[in-house]
Every structure is written in C-alpha cells, then in structure tokens.
C-alpha cells in the first residue's frame, strides 16, 4: 500500500495516457436473448461517461463483462496500451487490468462495521497467530476512508450509514490500491438509484473528483437529469446494440428517450387531480413503530400520499407497520373503518392492502422460481377450484396477460425470475399485486431501476388504480416522482410529521428543503 | 463517434446451436435414466450376473423393497421443498413399523385400525416438529436430529433389542400381486402421483415452493408460512409412517434400528433426484428415480459379487458424479448461443 500525503489525490496512481478503455465487436448471449450484439464503444480518460438504456437493454451485462464476472461470446478490450480478449476476461484480469466496479447492490454487508467491509476487498490483515489483525486493520480502514474525505468511525456499523455514506465506501474499497494493480477505470451501476437527489449529487460530486484525477468513469442511471447534469458522453443502447454516442451538451432529454425506446416519447402527463372524498380509507392515530414517534395521518380513497424523508426515518417502518410485517409499540390503525387489532402479511393482503416492499432481492423476489409462479403467487387460489388441481393452462394465460400488459421483456413466462434485468424483476413485483386489484397499495420504492418509459407506465397503472376506488401510500427517494405521482406528500422528519405539501406547494425543491432540514443544520434523524 | 447497428446472425448455424442446446438439456434431465438403462444392459449381459438379475424374482424384490425407501424419500422431499431438512422421517418409519407389528401381532388386532393409528402418530410426531420449527422457530437440522436419536431410543427400551412380529395375514398384504406388480410398488407409484400432484399443481405445494425460494418474501406475499410448514411436518409424518406400515408388512415384524437406517439410503435419492427430471431441484420422479439407480447397482454388484465395500463406495461416488454432471450441463447450457432477442414486449 501507498502512504498517503494529503487527500485523495495522491491516492490515485493513475495515467491518464494509460486508462482510456474501448471495446470493439462485444456479444454476448443468453438462452433466447441476444444481450448484447456487436457493441463498439470508446471511453476516454478524465470523463464521466454514462450508459444509458430501457430495462433489459444490457447494461448491466456489458458491466458485468468488464468486471469479469460474466464471459463474452466474442469481444476485445483495449485500456490504455493492454489489449484483452474478452471471452476470456476474468476477475482477475480485470483487477489486474485496473477496471474497478461498484455493482448495483454495492455488495456491502450491513451488520460488519465499515472496516470489515473495506478490508473484503484487500482481504483481512493477519497477526503472526494467524488471527485477524482487528488493530491494524481499523487501523488500515482509517487510512482510506481518510484518503477518500470520508468521515465515519471505521467502528460504525455499516446498516447505521445513510446509503449515500454505504455507496461511497463501497466506491473507496473498489479504488483502494492494492498489490501493484493501479485503478484506471472505475464503472458504477445505478449507484443512485435508492439515494435523494440531494446525495446523489454529494456523489456526483466525488466522481467528477476522481474523473479530474484522471480515472476513466462508466456510469450507468436512469435519472436523465443526473445524466444531463453531471456527465461528459452518453451512450445509448437498445435491446443490446448501440444507438449511438454523443458528448453530454448534444443530448437533450428527449433524444435520450427517444434513443432508448426507439420512437418518440408520450408527453410526460401532468399530476392529474384524482377525485377524492369518497370516505376515508385508512386511519392512523399515534402511531409509535420504528422510529415514528406520534404519527397521524389519513388516507381517502382515490388518493395518493407520497412519504418523503432521509434514509432511517421511519418511511418504510410506516408501511411495514401497515402491512402487519412489524408491530406498532402503541396507536390506532382503521381500515375501511374497522379498527385492527391483530395484523399480520396474510391478514393485511386478505384486507385487500397490497405492500411492494424496498428490497427486491430480500423481499420479494423469488429468483429461482418461473416468471408465472411470482406473478400469480398471491392468486393462486383463484386457478384452482374448491379440491381440485391448479389449471396450468389458465396460469399460463393470465401470466402472459400480465408480462404483456406492464411490457415486462421476457423470454417465456417460464424463464426464472433471475433471468429478467433489475427493472423487469421490479415491473414483475409491481405486477404481482396490482393484478389483485387491491384497496390500499403500499409502496416503497415502487419503480427504482425501472427506466424512465416504464416508469410512467406504473405510474399510470397506479393512477388507474386509485382512480377506480383505490389508494395508495407512496414512498420514494426520487422526489421527482413524488411531486409528479401524489396528490399530497407528507415530510417525516425526527419521527413526526413536519410538513404536509399539496397543489403550488408540492415542488421538488420544497420537498428536499423539508426533508433534509436537519441535515443542512448539522444533525440527523 | 456514432456506431452503427450491425446485424448478423446466420439463421442455419443458430438453428443448429438450438438443436444442440435441447439433445443437452434432455441430457441433463434423463442423464440418471440413462444410466439406469446402461447398468440393466450390463448386469443382464454380465455371465456372472445375467441369469438371476433378470429373474422375476429379482425384479420382484427390487420393485418391493425399494418401495419403503422411496415412500420415506418422498415424505422427506415434502419439507425438504420448502428448505427443511428431516431426519426424523426415518425414526418415524421406524415408529409406526414397530407400532404396526404390536398392534397386528400379538394384540391380534385390525390391520386397517393398526395402519390407522400408526399414520395418526406419525403425524402427531410431525406436528411436535414441524411446531417447534415452525412456530418457535428452533433449527430444523438440530430438532430432527435430536428427535431421531431419541425415538431411536424410546424404540429400543419398548422393543427391548428384541423384533415384534406381525401378524401373518398383515404380512401376506405387501406380498400380493396385482396383473404381475407387486403392490408395494403399486403403492409407491400411488404416493408419487399423489405427492406430485400436490406439490406441482396445489396452491398450497406452490407456496411450499416459494417459501422455500424465498422465506422472507412468502411472509410478505401474505403467505402464512408458519401454518404452511407446520402442514408440511404433518403430512410428512404420516407419509414417513406409511412408509413403516410397508416396512412392517415387508419383513413380517418391526424393531427398534430397521427404519433408522433408511436415513441415508433416502438421503442419498432424493440428492441424486435433485439431478435429474427438474436438475437443481428436489423433485417426485427424480427421488423416485433415484431410489431405483442406488437399488439396481446393489443388486447388480451383489450378484457380480463384489465385495461389501463397492457398495458405499458406488453408492458415494455416483452422488458426487451426478452433482458434478448436472451442475456442468446447467452451466454449459447457460451459455449456449440461440437466436437474438424475440421478446415479448
Ligand atoms: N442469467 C440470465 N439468463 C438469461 N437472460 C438474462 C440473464 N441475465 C440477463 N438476461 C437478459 O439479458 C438482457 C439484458 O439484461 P441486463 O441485466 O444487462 O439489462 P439492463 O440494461 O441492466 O436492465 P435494467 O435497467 O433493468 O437493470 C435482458 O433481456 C435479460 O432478460
Ligand atoms: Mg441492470
């Protein structure tokens, strides 16, 4: 390891001549999907490039390829002056060729302290025992996290960290040197997709630190305006081929869609008001969960409430609660005026209340199992009469009805979940419970990684549901989609609730300004 | 730079990739079916072996013995599909056979009322279990194990050491021959439709399914996954305890270590099925098939008169050849090249 003088970058070895990378004739292929098809792509050093395209497009493939993860069919990659086959690219290669990858899940583990985490990626120090060197190796972790301006205790644990914190060190443990290898390109997959604007920016702001170093940066969102904002080139890829590469200046939001969809956009539709006052749906008095501490709040039918606030503020526990998962320390919840005493997943989804809950993976996904089983797996009952067997034949009608109507690409419905892009996986969830035509819907984090044409298509897939009778609970960190999708939002903020936005006052800005309050100032939570 | 789409994919050679991607995953599928047809070929051509394998007596035992395996693999494979292991299937067969045998035996009691109230105590033995892991959450692997070695025990302090037998007339049932089949293999057939069905084509063996994918994610599709594994201990308990009336019936008797020591041979099915049929999942046919390829390599070894230690070691070995098999044949197909994207949306 290096010693460190000053910040972060003395850190960094980087040559600028020597990190460009570019990728020539890459192919990749699935069972019945061509992923990617003959992608040719430069990237220069010193720049931010990001990579853009609608779900299932390859983005996260051809990430994959260069981390060395996957193998192509057929490619070659050039960094700098190396040149590599990348049929035969491996973990290791890549390492050693200077490729560092942060993958979409940051790959971080939540209940190791933050020194932990940073020594997985440079393995554990040893003493002469053989033992864990716990000294040195905080001792080690202070040292990066100091070279990379990050202020936390290498003592914290990491599931005490807000996500943008987690993203960061998840970013330093990629770069940290190690053996002789020096990093030359560092490539993200949507490492903004959970964060609010406001930290996404914070790292944005790290990025084109580590881009002015000279380190060569692939980016891949779904945020068009982070794109258009923060990046230098953007590519575009459809259904695996290269629509095309520009500087970022030349793209507009609506070539970018246009790109990725290959057609013109719909007009994104305003905020249309949903009729309401057809009694209340769901009442909550003095709510205490999580870290909610006197929580009121009602809910109409035909109305949509967005929940905005930082990481840890109880947003999620609001909905768990809801949903029966967790249960409430005191306070009154009455739905569809009845009070409910006991709660529970089965009781609430027997209620009619539907949950998409905030961790796909952990949650919700069942990756092993076939498309079909996870679109219908709450509905079961109804395709097999009272003592009889399941009819496959009517399952199989209904699930294709479903992948067709949220426009889920997928080969068969037979094909395990795992085989679907994250936002395909994620219009598979949003599916499975908006085909029950529920009373309430709770969502948490509805459309992350869903790319930004399917996500007004949810939008309106909700907003039909609401208007039929429904409501829905909306919890998001895109305030974007907040003020575009809900009739009102509530800032929860300390365990209260500290501003109510609806009509003029329902605005991004205002929203972040509320919700990050305490943080300008200093403090959290 | 603006790139270009370049599209090329030669339709015939593609067309071929696909013919080879399917003869591979039929491969994969009957790879163990496969085998079981080369050892027949073998064991019937082989001087030492060929006169007495194909005999129907041979046949006849094969199919009849196999059978109180394959019923206690598939009661197993109930909460093994939903991700929980369970030795004390095997001391629960040990329980209803000696169960069977005291009630049919000496008490020369109804055979039907016999078989009834062993069933019944499998499955009260499967609740105790499947409530402990299900309801009070304690580790499933531990709770088996310990509740194997204890019936083991209370089994040996009832018996003491010594066989009960059954009565004749219960004995003669498993001997029975319906158009030339022996009925334990009748019966053993009847369970795997019935256990099929039920896990395949069941609301509740779906969500079996699921839980066992994805336990967090069942709780929060409003599954009541407590209540459905508790079910499954239930019905695997009494499935298991079938398998000890069979068992009974078969040897005339019960004792205290017979059912015990179907653990592994069980085991060793139901890891082999998870190669074959559905590869990578623990499955009805693929258990069953398994039984048999363990079963006909004994018999066929036995009579070509290898020693005792080729057993476990062929026993063993092709465990890990077929786990080895599998996994590569699921990896190669992986990466075979079919046609571009024909999506959907
Ligand atoms: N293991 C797999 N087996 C079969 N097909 C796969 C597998 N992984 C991905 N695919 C397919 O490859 C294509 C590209 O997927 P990829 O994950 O690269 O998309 P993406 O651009 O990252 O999408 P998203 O924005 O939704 O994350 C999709 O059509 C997907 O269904
Ligand atoms: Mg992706």
Redo the contacts between chains.
Sequence with gaps: MQKTEGGAVSRLPVDRLQSSLSIRGLTK???????L??????FAAGRIHAVVGGN?SGKSTLIKILAGVL?A?TGALTIGTDEFDLSGFDAASSRNAGVRVVHQDLGVFPILSVAENIALGSGYPTTALGLVGWRSLRKRAATVLDSFQIDVDPGTPMQSLRLAVQTRIAIARALQSQDNASSKVLVLDEPTAALPTHEANELLGTLRGFADMGLTIIYVSHRLDEILDHTDDASVIR????????TTPSWTEEKLISAMIGKAPIARKPRAQTQMNRGNLLEIRGLETGPLKHLDLTVAKGEIVGIAGLTGSGRSSLLRTI?G?TKPAGGQISFDGQKIHAN???R???RGIA?V?ENRA????????PIR?NLL??R??E??PPGR??R?GLIEKEA?AL??RF?????STASTLSTLSGGNQQKVIMA?WLSREPKLLLLDEPTQGVDINSRNEIHEQIREAVNGGAAAIVVSSDFDELALLADRVLVIRGGHVRAELAEQDLTVERITQLATFDEQSGTRK | ???T???K?PSTQTGRLRAN?WALRVLERYALVLLIIIMIIIFSTDPASSRVFLSAPNINSILANQSVTGILSLAMLVTLVAGFFDLSAAAVTGVASVIVASFTGAHVGNPVLAVAIAICVGAAIGALTGFLIAKVRLDSFIITLGLYILLGGVLVWYTQGQTLPTGSSFSDISSIKIFGIPSPFILLIIVGILVW?FLQ???FG??L??IG??S?????????VDRIVWLSFILSGALAALAGCLLASRNGGGDATTGSSYLFPAFAALFLGATAIRP?RFNVWGTIIGVFFLAIAVSGLTLIGASTWVQPVFNGASLVLAVILSTFAARA?????????????
């Design positions: 292929t699935y069972p019945g999907t061509r992923a098809d003959h992608i040719d792509l430069n299932g193998r069919d259904d695996g081929s290269l629509v095309g590469t520009e949903f998962v529970s997943p089965e609430a989804a027997n949950m809950p952990v949650e919700a996904a069942f990756a092993d199992l089983d797996i709450t079961l009952p395709f097999a067997i399941l496959a294709s992948v067709a426009a889920i690409k997928a080969v499975r | 730079m603006t790139a789409r370049t599209h994919a991607g069905l084509h069941t609301p779906r969500y399914e699921a994918s994805n967090n994610a069942a709780r929060l599709v409003g599954i009541n990578g197909r992986s990466r075979r090249v079919v046609r571009p994207a024909d999506t959907k949306s």
